[in-house]
């Protein structure tokens, strides 16, 4: 599948925002691809699909979770983390892709977790650096991810405990896992 191809599908399951979003989240991950020397069609794919289930209603999503054996846990948290997972399981079974690294990437694109692959990292920190993003941390971690991919999830995952703390709200496991990962690495030394 060619990149308009991809982009095609993708619009269509898209307002033009998100859809937007998903083109900075494209170029920012095949600029970090190259950087990191990474299989830049993946990259590619992964970082156009990685949103492909997001405006799915939410009753769609949950009878994805429970039919595909998804973690039933996903189910106690706020449905914004459904569309990482389901799209993973639906671009399998509506378009045919079921390569496990792009999977994955679009898989943990929201939440993060613990031992990465270098491609996870790539689509997890583009969708949160993409140039349209401005809120408070993210200039601090698009200084850092071209030295330190590792340090800008660590940042990235602490920026979201944090956000989503002064919200009262819960926060996903593997994201404080991804934390902890960066304690345990010292990332967190300036």
């Known amino acids: 599948m060619n990149r308009e191809q991809a982009l095609e599908m993708v619009r269509q399951q898209l307002p033009i925002k ?7 989240v494209m170029e920012t991950a095949l600029d970090l691809a ?9 990259v590619e794919l992964a970082a156009i699909f990685h949103d492909y289930a997001k405006y799915r209603d939410a009753k769609e999503l949950k009878r994805w979770i429970i039919q ?56 997890f920190i583009a969708d949160y650096i993409e140039p349209g993003r401005s ?16 340090k800008a999830c660590w940042m990235a995952a602490r920026n979201t405990i944090i956000f989503l703390i002064s919200k009262n709200q819960s926060i996903y496991p593997d994201t404080f896992q991804l934390y902890n990962e960066g304690l345990g690495r010292n990332l967190n030394a300036e």
């Open 68 to 123: 595909e054996q998804l973690p039933q846990d996903l189910l106690d948290y706020h449905q914004e983390l459904w569309h990482g997972p389901v799209a993973a399981k639906m671009l399998e079974k509506e378009i045919g892709i079921c390569d496990p690294e792009i999977q994955s990437a679009i898989y943990w694109h929201t939440t993060g977790k613990q031992h990465m692959s270098q491609m996870d990292k790539v689509i």
């Open 135 to 150: 809120f408070p941390g993210v200039e601090e971690v698009r200084q850092v991810v071209y030295d330190d991919i590792d």
């Open 34 to 42: 190259e950087h990191y020397q990474l299989d830049l069609k993946k």
């Open 18 to 24: 998100r859809y937007e979003h998903t083109i900075r």
